[in-house]
């Protein structure tokens, strides 16, 4: 089954971004949507961003206007671009379809200090 492998994580101070990058062990271009997910401490996973194959995209409320997913099918490979981070963006990021119909990743975490 393909499963996916998050990295670019860590820790960083309100205001600044990171880009999260998540590997496929397979093709995606059969996955109409892709997305990323996150848990924060104590909180529900939440899906946070999505893609569809063409690249269209949506996200949540909360992130629009700071976070760009896209996807590159040819390298099977999903990012997420995270600018102007905040202390409420502090989560264990994971990727998957949309919905999640594959296993979890280990995730990458992602820590926003003030």
């Known amino acids: 089954q393909l499963h996916f492998v998050e990295s670019g994580g860590g820790l960083v101070q309100v205001g600044e971004s990171l880009r999260l990058s998540c590997a496929a062990s397979g093709s995606i271009f059969s996955i109409s949507f892709v997305g990323w997910y996150r848990q924060g401490p104590g909180k529900q996973r939440e899906l946070v961003a999505q893609s569809t194959k063409s690249g269209n995209t949506n996200y949540r409320d909360s992130v629009k206007g700071r976070f760009t997913i896209s996807r590159d099918n040819a390298k099977n490979m999903v990012y997420l671009q995270m600018n102007s981070l905040k202390p409420e963006d502090t989560a264990v990021y994971f990727c998957?379809?949309?919905?999640?119909?594959?296993?979890w990743g280990q995730g990458t975490q992602v820590t926003v200090s003030s």
């Open positions: 998957n379809a949309v919905p999640p119909s594959l296993s």
